[in-house]
């Protein structure tokens, strides 16, 4: 053991404090949520890579036709697929976004969530077109149902963030302008 370390040792009921300083602890927490922020940042690129890797063969001649007779509702209600509500459900959780605000430092946070929302999105008209070329098969129902159900879930998640961070600032007003998450 080094001198430092015996210090430590002999003087730790000095060293103790009874109550941590409010702006270190904030700071602490905010740390932790950008770190939070960059695992689940990092986690959904290479969600996305991956679900775009494994449908880029099929996609790439989904791709070369570009006709776009059918619309989502169609398909929807062709292939029994309206059963489920999602396109009311996604509505619904979009309404809820429709004025939603944050500090403008913070909506950086937010531009990797609506890239995937675009993207997600495109990855819809991708199916409608294959469908469109090839007619329905059983697994580009289940893409369909699963990008309903990733679609929804990011939307939560969106309205989770946005809540989280209005909350710390009622605690603690950054007092910088708000901008609109336009969905």
Do not use: H
């Not at 290479?46 to 494994?54: D, K």
């Not at 403008?104 to 294959?130: A, H, N, P, S, V």
């Amino acid at each position: 053991m080094n001198n430092f370390e015996k210090y430590l040792q002999d003087n730790k009921d000095k060293l103790q404090s009874d109550s941590v300083d409010e702006k270190v602890w904030l700071m602490i927490e905010n740390e932790m949520l950008k770190s939070k922020n960059r695992r689940s940042k990092r986690f959904l690129r290479i969600t996305f890579i991956v679900i775009f890797m494994s449908l880029l063969g099929c996609l790439i001649y989904v791709l070369q036709d570009q006709d776009e007779g059918l619309n989502e509702q169609k398909i929807l209600a062709e292939y029994d697929l309206t059963k489920y509500n999602f396109e009311e459900k996604v509505n619904t959780k979009k309404q809820q976004l429709v004025s939603a605000t944050v500090p403008e430092t913070k909506f950086e946070d937010f531009q990797i969530l609506l890239q995937q929302l675009e993207f997600m999105d495109g990855q819809f008209q991708d199916y409608i077109r294959y469908i469109e070329q090839n007619g329905y098969q059983e697994f580009i129902g289940d893409q369909i149902l699963n990008f309903y159900k990733s679609k929804i879930e990011l939307l939560d998640k969106i309205k989770s963030e946005i809540d989280k961070i209005n909350y710390y600032e009622k605690i603690k007003p950054s007092y910088t302008e708000y901008v609109t998450i336009e969905i």
